[in-house]
């Protein structure tokens, strides 16, 4: 099977602008979560995305909004870009194997904000 | 809500010994403890998890351990290699949470020739 895949890789964006993020899962995962990640930070829990619905959120302003498509494909958009939203976004699907759910990561998309 | 701790942030360890990486939890509820390595450039690798039915788990040089009572986990790395050196995450969630996943704060481990 095809790993978690997200688009694009890399993007350069100015501050004040807004921007969209990619996440396709594995086949056959209707769990998809995102994460940010900055330099010598730990994992920061954004949101998950299960059928569709928003199931978790973690703490992040409004800026920070997701969906998820019939496909179980994701996006997630930040508005009004800030200097401090230059980080890694990782997207995560995951599996519901034996009553508990692992969560296979992307390589990220890597966001900096000038 | 849970909380989970993780340390050393840093671990540097010579080239063929082995290193130890604790993790602590406050929610009693947790039952699913994933380990995830995070080499440089690439998103995080689920390398080892452990269910709260079981207190040890092995596969090849990597083992987890999970204390219950002391509501602790830690994983193992023996006769560590260069390609060990990365960061580690532990995680940990249950049902109770709506499975979402805690993280501890990551540690960098180095594997010195």
């Known amino acids: 099977k095809a790993g978690v895949t997200q688009t694009p890789r890399y993007l350069i964006k100015t501050r004040g602008q807004q921007v969209t993020l990619s996440c396709s899962p594995i086949?056959?995962?209707?769990?998809v979560s995102w994460y940010q990640q900055t330099p010598g930070q730990g994992l920061q829990f954004l949101f998950e995305?299960?059928?569709?619905?928003?199931?978790n959120k973690g703490n992040f302003p409004g800026r920070f909004s997701g969906r998820q498509f019939s496909n179980s494909r994701s996006e997630m958009n930040v508005s009004t870009l800030e200097l401090g939203d230059s980080a890694l976004y990782l997207c995560?699907?995951?599996?519901?194997?034996?009553?508990?759910?692992?969560?296979?990561f992307g390589p990220g998309t890597r966001l900096t904000v000038t | 809500g849970e909380n989970v701790e993780q340390h050393p942030s840093t671990l540097s360890v010579q080239e063929g010994d082995s290193a130890v990486i604790k993790c602590t939890y406050s929610?009693?509820?947790?039952?699913?403890f994933p380990w995830y390595k995070q080499e440089l450039g690439k998103g995080p690798q689920l390398i080892i998890d452990?269910?709260?039915n079981v207190g040890e788990k092995k596969d090849q040089r990597i083992a987890v351990t999970l204390n219950k009572t002391a509501k602790h986990f830690s994983l193992h790395i023996t006769e560590t290699q260069p390609e060990d050196s990365a960061v580690y995450f532990c995680?940990?969630?249950?049902?109770?949470?709506?499975?979402?996943?805690?993280w501890g704060a990551g540690t960098k481990l180095i594997i010195k020739p």
């Open positions: 995680a940990a969630t249950s049902r109770d949470s709506n499975y979402q996943l805690i």
């Open positions: 452990i269910r709260s």
């Open positions: 086949s056959g995962h209707r769990s």
């Open positions: 929610d009693s509820a947790s039952n699913y």
């Open positions: 995305y299960f059928s569709e619905t928003q199931r």
């Open positions: 995560a699907s995951s599996l519901f194997s034996g009553g508990f759910y692992e969560q296979y």
